[in-house]
């Protein structure tokens, strides 16, 4: 019999923003769908007596809608 102990999953496990990004879709009218992405975010994961959650933050300057191209 062998016995398996394990180590509770705690602490704060941050996003590399190198290669992180949020990503969203909005669709319009139920016919034209509009995405957004935000590349300059700071991420993470923290896991502490409260729970896990994740938390995080998206810098925006301005933000274009590129499709469809009348807009």
């Known amino acids: 019999m062998s016995v398996t102990t394990t180590q509770p999953f705690a602490g704060t ?4 923003p190198a290669h992180s990004s949020f990503v969203f879709t909005v669709k319009h009218m139920r016919v ?3 995405s957004a992405r935000f590349d300059d975010v700071d991420a993470r994961v923290v896991a502490d007596e409260r729970g896990i959650r994740l938390e995080g933050a998206a810098r925006v300057e301005s933000v274009s809608i ?3 191209p009348e807009f």
């Open 13 to 16: 496990f941050a996003a590399d």
């Open 32 to 34: 034209a769908s509009f």
């Open 66 to 68: 590129r499709n469809p």
